[in-house]
């Protein structure tokens, strides 16, 4: 079934600011398809990870999960249509841009674009950050992780689990109600969570390789401390250090380093907070704001700890 989030696609009435932030600041490679219409945002040697269109009124976020090829793609387009999500083929201008080999598109029960893929071509040129740094952790993990406020937890857990083949990773009931699925050995590529407010795009986790580079975002981000919509903590299940960067549109990438992996052996866990330390979310009401600090003083308390894992040695192998 889903083997990664591959790519996401972006229509913004902000282009021009998208573009900025993504070179200057986040560090992606901007590839122009057309000048003030559409860009390739690349974070590796991938053609593409982000797909973003300039649109006039609402912006939005699709994600397109990748699949091994063409017979898997069938298998999942089948198996959608069989739980009452009807599919439709990405047209070839559609594939064009994505640098997909096939491609189908349903929505989910929030209305967010969903597809499915395979075959995401690599780029003709290398990959050259935007700004100094050294690179994104991507591969089989695949781009990152999303995470969702969805008004339908329900129904998009089972779409996930039991039609898309994810797992489940672990689960919480406060600050508020989330499950983080994996589909491949990051430690969740889907995080959905029941807030009580209206769906949105809550972020998009990109994983630097060293960890100077996620410091370095968020120095660039004090300078206008309005655009940190959580502050810098370490994460009490995937262990990512980061912070959340609101993009143009309003929603974040979370700038992260050191995610762990799951196996096989991974045995899902009753999570006793979302942070071990930080992540201070200044989009939440006052309540839950302060039952998160509650949350963080007790872990302080307990003194709870996890070991940083890195794999990327990039700093070290440049000098
Ligand atoms: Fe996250």
Not at 34 to 60: H, I, T
Not at 172 to 189: D, I, K, S
Not at 237 to 258: C, I, Q, R
């Amino acid at each position: 079934m889903i083997n990664a989030l591959s790519y996401v696609v972006v229509q913004t009435p902000h282009l021009d600011a998208w573009i900025a932030q993504a070179r200057h600041h986040v560090g992606l490679h901007v590839d122009v398809v057309e000048p003030g219409v559409c860009v390739r945002l690349r974070a590796d040697e991938k053609v593409q990870r982000l797909l973003v269109s300039a649109c006039e009124g609402e912006s939005s976020m699709g994600m397109g999960f990748g699949v091994l090829d063409a017979a898997a793609l069938e298998n999942t387009r089948q198996a959608l249509e069989d739980a009452g999500y009807p599919t439709t083929a990405g047209t070839a201008e559609e594939l064009r841009l994505r640098g997909v080999e096939g491609m189908v598109h349903f929505t989910d029960a929030d209305g967010v674009r969903l597809e499915v893929a395979y075959g995401l071509a690599d780029a003709e040129t290398a990959f050259v950050p935007g700004r100094p740094l050294g690179g994104f952790r991507t591969g089989d993990m695949g781009l990152g992780h999303v995470a969702l406020i969805t008004e339908h937890f329900d129904e998009l857990s089972h779409l996930y689990r039991n039609v898309l083949g994810f797992k489940v990773s672990d689960h919480t009931q406060a600050p508020f109600r989330v499950e983080f699925l994996h589909c491949n050995p990051r430690h969740h590529t889907l995080g959905l969570a029941y807030t009580g407010g209206p769906a949105k795009i809550y972020h998009l986790m990109l994983e630097y390789n060293d960890f100077d580079d996620v410091g370095r975002a968020y120095d660039m981000a004090l300078v206008n401390p309005e655009c940190i919509g959580v502050t810098l903590g370490r994460h009490i299940n995937d262990h990512v250090t980061s912070f959340y960067l609101k993009n143009p549109d309003g929603w974040m990438f979370e700038l992260g380093w050191a995610s762990r992996t799951v196996g096989p052996d991974w045995g899902v866990e009753e999570l006793q907070g979302m942070s071990l330390w930080g992540h201070d979310r200044t989009w939440l009401p006052d309540d839950k704001r302060e039952e998160a600090r509650q949350i963080l003083k007790r872990l302080a308390d307990q003194g709870v700890r996890a070991p940083v894992v890195t794999t990327a040695q990039t700093a070290k192998a440049k000098q």
